[in-house]
């Protein structure tokens, strides 16, 4: 298991100080766990430390002495705290305070949670298969068997608009950033025209013929309908006539999705596992320290047994086993229950789906009775229903709950990847905590990293435009427009102006292809939050680049937000503006 490098710098220092062993005290499996340390780093962290140590100086002396945590007060821990606080993409971040030693039980999702996968050799064999399905027995062109995926043209936190056959990415207040229509991209007069020029009405995207792009596997079914939309628009060809966007639309989404149940993509992953999952030596640790430590783990996947059973025999085994062993299912013994076949949302939302128990060797089900069947076995019910068996095909909150015997909502943190069934179903509906995982997380930071100097330029540039803008508006104010002194002032302020727009545009360009060469960051929409931040930000508590990232973190380990303003703290608490009480 590979630790936290902030605990292995801490184990590091707790080593060279007696007096910060009763200080700092890491969790026992943590010490016992086998990890590899990066002995350059460490040895240079732990020399820049000591040289702190040494000194009796910190980043938090001054503030400490402020606020009388010094002398005799002071704190014992100080010499375990390295010079900078390390960040990178194995850190969990927080949305809103959790603390995990309030957590009950842990669920995980399956499917790019629990299980990542190689891409794009994954999405290939849905968008192959489907391919198939539509030109052979849909009859759409044969033309289109001949085109490759590409998954490096999609973004998470598109929308679709299956009516008109275009993809928007919008800001937190739903205003159309870009738009393309297939994989053409709209003119800004023509995005403004189709989605913001509306009278005495704002579009909420939430319509029927909107679709949101919230999970990798989208990028499947976005990729084959623009295909589609360039052939029905340029191409001459009668079938694609005679058929409208949410037509076709709505026929790629069948045929991808019947590949996830016909068996053309878990007989090849069966087949060659190592080929299209990403093995995690931090799994089982992981899932074995929540139930060392009294945490209850479930599994909630909408993949069916037969599909779960071999992705979860690979990731445990860490290798393509004989079959015997295989359907020894050990892989089950790290969760308390498994629920396959969820239908999630409607496995959060609906409280009349029936349950049903699967049989791990043959796939079969068998009806239960759920709740009732918990209740008439009295004392210990749940323990007594589990012991027949814990796997389990459909149901409902309900019954995950009462097998749990958990009461509160809150009790529970759902670790997935999908915005929507995952994460806000499960929090907005239930109050479960949430966790969201983004596998792009890592490339995010890494650019948003190496952008820093010219996102600092285009804030600044920002700043100075908007205190232009006030004087301006001073200016305008106070005036006379008909004197030239003062129309020349407002004429000079508008050039300037003029000039730091069309600077920020190039820039601001600049800045987003960096990110991706169409849609930018994903994170930001021009200079807004984009929906998928909005989302994020509100209903994911904590967020992660994967799953196994929460192992890194002790059980009991409290997270805490960084603080957010308004733009009228914001501006009162930068030092370089002047505050004015009037």
Known sequence: MRLDPRVKLAIAMACLSTSSIDAFQVPSRAIKSN??????????????????????????????????????????????????????????????????????????????????????????????????????????????????????????????????????KIDRHKYAR?????????SSRTRKDVYSRFFNQVPSFGEKQYVNMDTL????????????????????????????????????????????????????????PEKYIVLDDNMIPMLQKFREDGVKVFLLTNSHWEYTSVAMNYLYHQADVDPELKLKNEWTDLFDVVVVGSCKPAYLVDPYLNLFRCDPKTGSLK??????????????????????????????????????????????????????????????????????????????????HEQKPLQRKIQKLRKLRDELSLVADGVAASGNAEDPETAEKLENLKEDDSKIKSALTEMTKQYHQAFHPIWGMMFQ????????????????????????????????????????????????????????DV
């Open 367 to 448: 009806n239960t009775d759920g709740l009732y069947e918990i209740e008439a076995l009295g004392e210990d019910g749940a323990k007594k229903f589990l012991e027949q068996g814990k796997i389990f095909q459909g149901g409902n909150w309900k019954h995950l709950t009462a097998m749990l015997e958990i009461k509160a909502g809150e009790e529970i943190l759902y670790v997935g990847d999908h915005l929507y069934s995952d994460v806000l179903r499960s929090k907005r509906t239930l109050g479960w905590r949430s966790m969201f995982i983004m596998p792009e997380l890592p490339e995010e930071m890494k650019t948003f």
């Open 35 to 168: 990890f590899k340390v990066d002995q350059f780093r460490l040895k240079a962290s732990v020399a820049d430390e000591t040289s702190a140590a040494a000194t009796g100086e910190n980043k938090f002396t001054s503030l400490l002495e402020e606020v009388g945590l010094s002398g005799e007060n002071a704190l014992k821990s100080l010499d375990v705290l390295p010079p900078k606080r390390s960040v990178s993409a194995d850190d969990v971040f927080c949305n809103r305070e959790l603390k995990l030693g309030n957590i009950r039980a842990v669920g995980f999702d399956m499917d790019y949670t629990i299980a990542q996968y190689k891409q794009p050799a994954f999405d290939k064999l849905a968008f192959d298969g489907a391919k198939e399905k539509l030109v052979k027995k849909l009859g759409y062109p044969e033309k289109l068997l001949d085109v490759e995926y590409d998954h490096t043209f999609w973004v998470r936190g598109l929308i679709i608009d299956t009516q008109r056959g275009n993809f928007i």
């Open 178 to 186: 870009v738009a393309y229509h297939g994989f053409t991209p709209m």
């Open 525 to 580: 929409a021009g200079h807004q939050d984009s929906r998928l931040a909005y989302f994020v930000t509100n209903y994911a508590c904590l967020y992660t680049a994967k799953a196994t990232n929460l192992g890194l973190t002790s059980t009991q380990r409290p997270f805490r937000t960084s603080g957010q303003m308004l733009p009228h703290d914001s501006l009162v608490f930068d030092d370089e503006n002047d505050f004015f």
């Open 217 to 272: 596997f989208q990028f499947v079914d976005a990729s084959l309908f623009a295909t589609l939309i360039e052939m029905k628009d340029n191409d001459e060809n009668e079938f694609l006539d005679f058929k409208t966007y949410e037509e076709i639309y709505k026929d790629v989404r069948e045929c991808v999705d019947l590949c996830h149940r016909d068996g053309v993509i878990k007989d090849e992953v069966a087949r060659n």
